[in-house]
């Protein structure tokens, strides 16, 4: 089993910054594949940045040039960097593992952005 714990979240003003890291622990050996999501009030939840292990990223395009995910494979920790943060970035935000078809979540992270 794999267990994700989030970090960072918090509350901002438009334009201002915050990182999002994810520890994961247990059997992060399996783990291939790392993500962000989030999930807006009223809102299905949806993809915000992926990594694979060979590099290659994937971002939702309302955070490109934005957001920018990064991970320590060693320890299987993901990170989000997330600049010029809007009022519609908040959602609470999801870090998730895939090893195969198997995919764990971590319970989440606040971020809200208002003036």
């Known amino acids: 089993q794999v267990q994700l714990v989030e970090s960072g979240g918090g509350w901002v003003r438009p334009g201002e910054t915050l990182r999002l890291s994810c520890a994961a622990s247990?059997?992060?050996?399996?783990?291939?594949?790392m993500g962000w999501y989030r999930q807006a009030p009223g809102k299905q939840r949806e993809l915000v940045a992926d990594i694979i292990m060979d590099g290659r990223t994937d971002y939702e395009d309302s955070v490109k040039g934005r957001f920018t995910i990064s991970a320590d494979w060693a320890k299987k920790a993901v990170y989000l960097q997330m600049n010029a943060l809007q009022p519609e970035d908040t959602a609470v935000y999801y870090c998730?593992?895939?090893?195969?078809?198997?995919?764990?979540w971590g319970r989440g992270a606040q971020v809200t952005v208002s003036a």
């Open positions: 247990g059997r992060i050996e399996i783990i291939t594949n």
């Open positions: 998730n593992g895939r090893a195969g078809w198997r995919e764990f």
